[in-house]
């Protein structure tokens, strides 16, 4: 049985978020599969297999971390997507069945993958109490992100604040189901992003994530409308670093990036 690590969100390996990629003929039973992804010990570990054709889904996918199942995630859905262009299981765009509903992935002919995710619904709340300090930050605005992604994002005062941030993270755990969303306007546009963002996601074993796709499927509706743009480019700054293109279409995000296969080897565990 092969298993691949690739870098998604990346132009070069050790960079964007490390995804593990395991495809099966059917899925085992959940232990064996969480066992792995502690195993992999990265953010998520995704694994799927075929399904019969004339089906609304081609793929079957699911995604754990190492500590637990998620209902949706974008690297790792990239991460696939990639493994089956390159190593032409699939040729076109793939559909795969998720907890999320069905989810397209479109290799380009430069090598890039769109995905075709569902946009996360915001609605602005209040801010919990306890999370400004657990952050370090005081949030400009505050918004629920909805049942996929399941994180509050906040909205801070400018790009420094966000890259300066050291949360507490055990603390920062009890403020959101998922996580935190820290997010801000890029300083210069000019550099080639249009808004800012870093990842914290301590209840499901990730203290910040490095480049997280579903995360961007709240990111592009909130900077799209404050923007007046329906394209934008997203820098996530975690140490790794990474760059999502968004496209706002409605009730749909597409978010593209590249991805890298810096290991392909063998799982030898029945």
Same mark, same amino acid.
């Given at each position: 049985?092969?298993?691949?690590?690739?870098?998604?969100?990346?132009?070069?390996?050790?960079?964007?978020?490390?995804?593990?990629?395991?495809?099966?003929? +059917?899925?085992?039973?959940?232990?064996?599969?969480?066992?792995?992804?502690?195993?992999?010990?990265?953010?998520?570990?995704?694994? +799927?297999?075929?399904?019969?054709? /004339?089906?609304?889904?081609?793929?079957?996918?699911?995604?754990?971390?190492?500590?637990?199942?998620?209902?949706?995630?974008?690297?790792? @859905?990239?991460? @696939?997507?990639?493994?089956?262009?390159?190593?032409?299981?699939?040729? =076109?765009?793939? &559909?795969?069945?998720?907890?999320?509903?069905?989810?397209?992935?479109?290799? /380009?002919?430069?090598?890039?993958?769109?995905?075709?995710?569902?946009?996360?619904? %915001?609605?602005?709340?209040?801010?919990?109490?306890?999370?400004?300090?657990?952050?370090?930050?005081?949030?400009? +605005?505050?918004?629920?992100?909805?049942? !996929?992604? $399941?994180? %509050?994002?906040?909205?801070?005062?400018?790009?420094? @604040?966000?890259?300066?941030?050291?949360?507490?993270?055990?603390?920062?755990?009890?403020?959101?189901?998922?996580?935190?969303?820290?997010?801000? &306007?890029?300083?210069?546009?000019?550099?080639?992003?249009?808004?800012?963002?870093?990842?914290?996601?301590? !209840?499901? $074993?990730?203290?910040?994530?490095?480049? @997280?796709?579903?995360?961007?499927?709240?990111?592009?509706?909130?900077?799209? $409308?404050? *923007?007046?743009?329906?394209?934008?480019? /997203?820098?996530?700054?975690? #140490? #790794?670093?990474?760059?999502?293109?968004?496209?706002?279409? =409605?009730? #749909?995000? *597409?978010?593209?990036?590249?991805?890298?296969?810096?290991?392909?080897?063998?799982?030898?565990?029945?």
């Amino acid at each position: 049985m092969r298993i691949r690590i690739v870098d998604a969100f990346a132009e070069r390996a050790f960079a964007g978020n490390p995804a593990g990629v395991v495809l099966l003929d +059917a899925f085992p039973d959940d232990e064996w599969m969480q066992n792995i992804a502690m195993e992999v010990n990265h953010a998520e570990t995704a694994f +799927a297999h075929p399904l019969p054709e /004339g089906g609304d889904a081609d793929w079957a996918l699911r995604w754990f971390t190492p500590v637990a199942e998620v209902a949706m995630c974008g690297h790792a @859905t990239l991460a @696939t997507a990639h493994v089956l262009s390159t190593t032409g299981v699939c040729a =076109g765009p793939v &559909r795969f069945a998720t907890r999320s509903g069905v989810l397209i992935a479109s290799a /380009g002919a430069d090598g890039a993958i769109t995905l075709d995710f569902p946009t996360a619904p %915001l609605t602005r709340v209040d801010a919990p109490a306890g999370v400004a300090d657990a952050l370090g930050a005081e949030p400009v +605005a505050v918004f629920d992100t909805g049942p !996929n992604v $399941g994180d %509050l994002l906040l909205e801070l005062a400018d790009e420094k @604040t966000v890259l300066g941030l050291s949360p507490d993270h055990r603390s920062l755990g009890a403020c959101s189901a998922r996580g935190i969303i820290a997010t801000a &306007r890029a300083a210069d546009p000019e550099k080639g992003y249009d808004y800012v963002s870093r990842c914290f996601f301590p !209840n499901v $074993g990730i203290d910040e994530d490095p480049v @997280t796709g579903s995360a961007h499927t709240a990111l592009a509706p909130h900077w799209s $409308g404050r *923007l007046g743009r329906d394209d934008l480019t /997203g820098l996530q700054a975690s #140490r #790794r670093t990474g760059l999502v293109r968004t496209s706002l279409r =409605g009730d #749909r995000t *597409l978010l593209t990036g590249r991805a890298v296969t810096v290991v392909d080897g063998e799982l030898l565990t029945p």
